[in-house]
């Protein structure tokens, strides 16, 4: 009986659907290449034959009842149709080009140069298209110079000029100093946007993408030996030099002095992604599965982060730069048609697995799709040029601008801290991981380069984090103990907790904490940045102290006033003991064979004071204390 029962209910649902195929044509408006169609944008009459639109992964699929002799459809933003269907028999299936209103020609506007000029010209899709009378003005970006014709249909204009440095061999590029621009073109029923730039972003590595443009620092550049079937091409442009490689492999160039610049140039789709095995980099690897860098694209299409827009985050949450022929997500996707992001549960594993892999900032995102550098070249990555292509677009990701204003990022300015062992642990990028023992060979190649402590420093991309900042976790100083509250501030103890820059000796004792250091964050809860705005990502990365902060429940007073006379002590009580600097120099400290005696340990107890500058701010009850101590043991107190 149910059997029966089965059988005839499918009959009956497969009758049904044949009786709706045969009383309907489905009409199909495809979009150009590269375009989509909103179903919503579509509007057909007589909407009395219209039995439903809906979307068809292919465009816009319209059911349009049989024995309908025309059909009408105005899209938005497209040019109308009429759509002869009298001789269509009820279940075919018929396909039409949708034209859009405008198209805009231009050629490369993603490589377009500083200070360059270019064109934009609009295509009318229509007749009706040319009666349109065109307005353009810029809506976002960096101020380009316009000049529209032919009522508006051709838009003359120049880039900006660079706004960064350029030192020698590969220019690093930044969302920031990229010139990027966005300009719109908009008619009684149409609006189009046009974006460019001057040039795609670029870390400043030897491991380039084919086809980008690379801005070279330095002159009278030539190419000495080209990659294996490649010409490359170099352009002269006033006094910008450019190279863009066409072919993968290794190029190499010379400069009008002989100096001579290896480049490795690839695809991110055609690199081999197995860095991860085990006899090269399986730690690595393994650390970077829960990274938020490489997972925050399957977290945002499986809709796990709130107002997520795939549009937007592209350039920063996949490889690749949007607009080039890299091998990179998006070019890929085009590739495959798709030009549509679903957000749901699932959507990830939707994906073709060649989209899946390049999905995420995963290897070549951050070291570049070219081969691995060779020796003299590895130093580049520490440079936080690479991590500024995303984390250096103001006013929301400002990491960069903030942390260029810090005295960290000019620390190994002065010659003798790159050389001087006892400096360089502290005060470059190279010294500080060699001393935690990490990327040791990263070191001889980059000690006459002024890097400032910059990004890796304190942030590690392969390291297993201990929060979603990728902070890298490091051994606290034997003299010190950092409560639970202050752990954000590990990190800075590092460097912040020895003799020579004695801030946290004196903030975090074995026992008997002031008030500063029992604040939520520690060094961070006063040094967190101007501003915590959620909108407002790196605001911490100035290191500096809002003074409204102060007076929100502590200082409600509105007294900041520090103890000089803690300074103008300490540096009495050095000159005592033979020492003029402040703060003092690495060899002020105490020999071994003097530190027992009552003048080394005075002399070590006045450095841990006179090494911190705001000494008196941090803990002044602290620094008195140890002052007093010194006094004591050079018979001079109590």
């Given at each position: 009986?149910?059997?029966?029962?089965?059988?005839?209910?499918?009959?009956?649902?497969?009758?049904?659907?044949?009786?709706?195929?045969?009383?309907?044509?489905?009409?199909?408006?495809?979009?150009?290449?590269?375009?989509?169609?909103?179903?919503?944008?579509?509007?057909?009459?007589?909407?009395?034959?219209?039995?439903?639109?809906?979307?068809?992964?292919k465009g816009v699929l319209i059911e349009v009842k049989a024995g309908t002799r025309t059909l009408e459809v105005d899209i938005d933003g497209a040019c109308p149709l009429q759509l002869?269907?009298?001789?269509?028999?009820?279940?075919?299936?018929?396909?039409?080009?949708?034209?859009?209103?405008?198209?805009?020609?231009?050629?490369?506007?993603?490589?377009?140069?500083?200070?360059?000029?270019?064109?934009?010209?609009?295509?009318?899709?229509?007749?009706?298209?040319?009666?349109?009378?065109?307005?353009?003005?810029?809506?976002?970006?960096?101020?380009?110079?316009?000049?529209?014709?032919?009522?508006?249909?051709?838009?003359?204009?120049?880039?900006?000029?660079?706004?960064?440095?350029?030192?020698?061999?590969?220019?690093?590029?930044?969302?920031?100093?990229?010139?990027?621009?966005?300009?719109?073109?908009?008619?009684?029923?149409?609006?189009?946007?046009?974006?460019?730039?001057?040039?795609?972003?670029?870390?400043?590595?030897?491991?380039?993408?084919?086809?980008?443009?690379?801005?070279?620092?330095?002159?009278?550049?030539?190419?000495?030996?080209?990659?294996?079937?490649?010409?490359?091409?170099?352009?002269?442009?006033?006094?910008?030099?450019?190279?863009?490689?066409?072919?993968?492999?290794?190029?190499?160039?010379?400069?009008?002095?002989?100096?001579?610049?290896?480049?490795?140039?690839?695809?991110?789709?055609?690199?081999?992604?197995?860095?991860?095995?085990?006899?090269?980099?399986?730690?690595?690897?393994?650390?970077?599965?829960?990274?938020?860098?490489?997972?925050?694209?399957?977290?945002?299409?499986?809709?796990?982060?709130?107002?997520?827009?795939?549009?937007?985050?592209?350039?920063?949450?996949?490889?690749?730069?949007?607009?080039?022929?890299?091998?990179?997500?998006?070019?890929?996707?085009?590739?495959?048609?798709?030009?549509?992001?679903?957000?749901?549960?699932g959507a990830w594993d939707e994906l073709p697995r060649a989209l899946r892999r390049l999905g995420g900032v995963t290897c070549t995102a951050c070291h570049g799709p070219g081969a691995?550098?060779?020796?003299?070249?590895?130093?580049?990555?520490?440079?936080?040029?690479?991590?500024?292509?995303?984390?250096?677009?103001?006013?929301?990701?400002?990491?960069?601008?903030?942390?260029?204003?810090?005295?960290?990022?000019?620390?190994?300015?002065?010659?003798?801290?790159?050389?001087?062992?006892?400096?360089?642990?502290?005060?470059?990028?190279?010294?500080?991981?060699?001393?935690?023992?990490?990327?040791?060979?990263?070191?001889?190649?980059?000690?006459?380069?002024?890097?400032?402590?910059?990004?890796?420093?304190?942030?590690?991309?392969?390291?297993?984090?201990?929060?979603?900042?990728?902070?890298?976790?490091?051994?606290?100083?034997?003299?010190?103990?950092?409560?639970?509250?202050?752990?954000?501030?590990?990190?800075?103890?590092?460097?912040?907790?020895?003799?020579?820059?004695?801030?946290?000796?004196?903030?975090?004792?074995?026992?008997?904490?002031?008030?500063?250091?029992?604040?939520?964050?520690?060094?961070?809860?006063?040094?967190?940045?101007?501003?915590?705005?959620?909108?407002?990502?790196?605001?911490?990365?100035?290191?500096?102290?809002?003074?409204?902060?102060?007076?929100?429940?502590?200082?409600?007073?509105?007294?900041?006033?520090?103890?000089?006379?803690?300074?103008?002590?300490?540096?009495?009580?050095?000159?005592?003991?033979?020492?003029?600097?402040?703060?003092?120099?690495?060899?002020?400290?105490?020999?071994?064979?003097?530190?027992?005696?009552?003048?080394?340990?005075?002399?070590?107890?006045?450095?841990?004071?006179?090494?911190?500058?705001?000494?008196?701010?941090?803990?002044?009850?602290?620094?008195?204390?140890?002052?007093?101590?010194?006094?004591?043991?050079?018979?001079?107190?109590?």
């Amino acid at each position: 009986m149910k059997a029966s029962c089965a059988l005839l209910l499918l009959a009956l649902a497969c009758s049904a659907r044949g009786s709706s195929e045969a009383e309907h044509i489905h009409v199909l408006l495809t979009p150009q290449p590269g375009s989509t169609l909103d179903p919503h944008s579509v509007h057909a009459r007589p909407e009395s034959a219209v039995s439903a639109i809906s979307d068809d992964g292919k465009g816009v699929l319209i059911e349009v009842k049989a024995g309908t002799r025309t059909l009408e459809v105005d899209i938005d933003g497209a040019c109308p149709l009429q759509l002869p269907l009298s001789d269509a028999r009820p279940g075919e299936r018929r396909e039409f080009d949708v034209l859009p209103w405008l198209r805009a020609e231009g050629g490369d506007l993603a490589q377009l140069g500083f200070d360059a000029p270019f064109v934009v010209t609009l295509v009318p899709g229509c007749r009706e298209a040319l009666r349109s009378r065109i307005s353009w003005k810029q809506v976002g970006g960096e101020p380009v110079q316009l000049s529209p014709s032919k009522d508006g249909l051709v838009l003359r204009g120049r880039t900006t000029s660079f706004g960064g440095s350029a030192p020698w061999g590969v220019v690093p590029v930044s969302a920031r100093t990229q010139g990027k621009f966005e300009l719109s073109a908009t008619t009684e029923k149409f609006s189009l946007r046009v974006r460019g730039a001057a040039a795609a972003r670029s870390g400043g590595l030897p491991s380039v993408p084919v086809s980008q443009k690379i801005l070279l620092g330095g002159s009278g550049w030539r190419i000495d030996s080209p990659a294996p079937g490649g010409v490359g091409r170099l352009t002269d442009r006033g006094s910008q030099t450019w190279f863009q490689p066409d072919a993968r492999g290794r190029w190499t160039l010379k400069d009008g002095q002989g100096r001579v610049l290896s480049l490795a140039a690839g695809s991110h789709s055609e690199t081999p992604l197995d860095c991860g095995r085990s006899d090269c980099h399986a730690k690595e690897s393994e650390a970077v599965l829960t990274s938020a860098m490489t997972s925050v694209l399957v977290r945002g299409l499986s809709g796990k982060i709130p107002g997520y827009d795939p549009d937007c985050a592209l350039a920063c949450h996949a490889v690749g730069e949007p607009g080039l022929a890299d091998g990179g997500f998006v070019a890929v996707a085009r590739d495959f048609g798709m030009t549509k992001w679903n957000v749901h549960d699932g959507a990830w594993d939707e994906l073709p697995r060649a989209l899946r892999r390049l999905g995420g900032v995963t290897c070549t995102a951050c070291h570049g799709p070219g081969a691995i550098p060779e020796p003299s070249a590895r130093w580049a990555i520490l440079r936080s040029d690479v991590c500024a292509t995303c984390h250096d677009a103001p006013p929301r990701y400002s990491h960069m601008v903030r942390w260029q204003a810090t005295r960290m990022s000019r620390a190994d300015r002065d010659a003798r801290t790159r050389s001087d062992t006892a400096c360089r642990g502290c005060h470059t990028s190279s010294g500080f991981l060699a001393r935690l023992g990490a990327r040791a060979d990263l070191e001889e190649g980059a000690r006459e380069l002024e890097l400032g402590i910059g990004c890796v420093a304190c942030h590690a991309p392969h390291a297993k984090e201990f929060d979603p900042r990728l902070v890298r976790r490091v051994d606290l100083p034997k003299d010190l103990t950092l409560p639970e509250s202050a752990r954000k501030s590990r990190i800075c103890v590092g460097c912040h907790g020895m003799r020579e820059a004695s801030e946290a000796l004196l903030m975090f004792p074995k026992s008997d904490l002031g008030a500063h250091a029992k604040l939520p964050g520690g060094c961070l809860g006063c040094h967190g940045g101007s501003t915590n705005s959620p909108d407002v990502r790196g605001a911490s990365h100035d290191f500096g102290v809002d003074r409204h902060l102060c007076t929100r429940g502590c200082h409600e007073d509105g007294k900041l006033e520090a103890d000089v006379s803690i300074a103008s002590r300490a540096l009495g009580m050095l000159r005592r003991l033979g020492v003029s600097a402040t703060p003092a120099p690495a060899h002020a400290r105490p020999l071994p064979s003097q530190s027992d005696s009552k003048q080394g340990l005075a002399l070590e107890l006045v450095l841990t004071v006179a090494s911190d500058p705001q000494a008196a701010i941090h803990d002044a009850k602290r620094a008195r204390a140890l002052l007093d101590r010194a006094e004591a043991l050079l018979g001079d107190g109590k």
